[in-house]
């Protein structure tokens, strides 16, 4: 079983360019979420999504960033414009119901975005 | 007061010994509370859940303090493949992701 699988692993953009990165969830998870996690820094939740739904964004920097998860395909972190502030692991996860007690998140390897 | 806080460390530790980092949270609504294990330039993996009763598997010993608002982790007869930076997730309702709140990790080292 393939676990979350997130592209690009590695994505090196010049200030002002755009980033997309893309993350399938485990077979059968309809939960998706986003981390940003900075050097040294933990992980800081984003967004949070079902199909179609984007059900929380709470953390998501209210300017140059979006995500969605449609009905077919990927969800898709996007960062517009993007600055040298930008460059962290992004992590998706998934999880095939809401989290709940059981805490558990599968997580994918991450997208290293290097903003040059 | 941070939600989520842990010693960063590193703790350096010798092959076979017995090492413990704590956790404290601040928020006494917290509802469940977690251990992940993050490998270097690795995604984080569920190690435990820290029960009320607290909880072993196998070299692994995690309690709770309502109390004291501290979660614990023991590691017995480390092995060098303990080496990793060790998460404490506490759960609260509401927030993001279904109120999950990570901690920013103790780095750990076992050395041969």
């Known amino acids: 079983n393939a676990g979350v699988m997130q592209n690009p692993r590695h994505l090196v953009r010049r200030r002002g360019q755009e980033a997309r990165l893309r993350c399938s969830p485990m077979?059968?998870?309809?939960?998706v979420y986003w981390y940003r996690q900075l050097p040294e820094e933990g992980l800081k939740f984003m967004v949070y999504?079902?199909?179609?739904?984007?059900?929380?964004e709470s953390g998501m920097p209210k300017e140059r960033f979006s995500a969605e998860f449609p009905k077919e395909g990927p969800s898709i972190l996007r960062i517009q414009q993007v600055v040298r502030g930008d460059s962290a692991a992004y992590f998706c996860?998934?999880?095939?119901?809401?989290?709940?007690?059981?805490?558990?998140?599968?997580f994918g390897e991450g997208s290293r975005l290097t903003v040059l | 007061r941070k939600e989520v806080e842990q010693d960063p460390g590193p703790f350096n530790v010798p092959e076979g010994a017995t090492v413990a980092f704590n956790c404290t949270y601040s928020?006494?609504?917290?509802?469940?509370f977690f251990w992940y294990r993050q490998d270097c330039r690795k995604e984080p993996k569920l190690l435990m859940s820290?029960?009320?009763s607290g909880n072993e598997d196998g070299r692994f010993t995690a309690q709770l303090n309502r109390a004291s608002q501290y979660i614990s982790l023991l590691i017995r007869d480390s092995k060098l493949s303990d080496s990793a930076t060790y998460l404490c997730?506490?759960?609260?309702?509401?927030?993001?992701?279904?109120?999950?709140?990570f901690g920013k990790g103790t780095h750990l080292i076992i050395q041969p």
């Open positions: 928020n006494s609504a917290s509802q469940s």
């Open positions: 820290v029960y009320s």
């Open positions: 999504l079902q199909k179609e739904n984007i059900i929380d």
């Open positions: 997730v506490v759960k609260t309702s509401g927030g993001g992701a279904d109120g999950l709140t």
């Open positions: 077979k059968g998870h309809s939960h």
């Open positions: 996860a998934s999880s095939l119901l809401q989290v709940g007690n059981t805490g558990e998140l599968f």
